[in-house]
């Protein structure tokens, strides 16, 4: 059976939604902080998890994660828990375990900037 159109009045088209409007330009990009591109240099207690070559404190976290993570020395139950072998026990000061967040802080105390 055809179904009945509706007829379009001049009120039912005043009540339509004007078109969108065209979309607004995108945001420019963030720009990258160029103090974690700046190297850092590893001390003699980080370099045998980094190594000691000068690198950005962003592949530095990435290198001590791939260390931990190699290993096996997230915890299991807690994964933001990090349990210290003998190598990472000196960076995190004696501590047997840190969280994700403490590693980071304590991984900055072993690194010194570039000179200027």
Known sequence: MPTAKKKTTAKTEAAKPAAKAAPAAK???RATNKAFLAPVTPDAILA????????PRTDLTVAVWD??????????ANKRMIN???KLKAVFDGKDQVTMFEMTKLVNKHVSAPKK
Not at 48 to 55: C, E, R, T
Not at 69 to 74: C, F, R, S
């Open 84 to 86: 210290a072998d003998a």
């Open 48 to 55: 045998p998890i980094v190594g000691s070559k000068p690198l």
């Open 27 to 29: 945001p420019a990009a």
């Open 67 to 76: 260390y931990v993570k190699k290993h096996g020395l997230q915890d299991k």
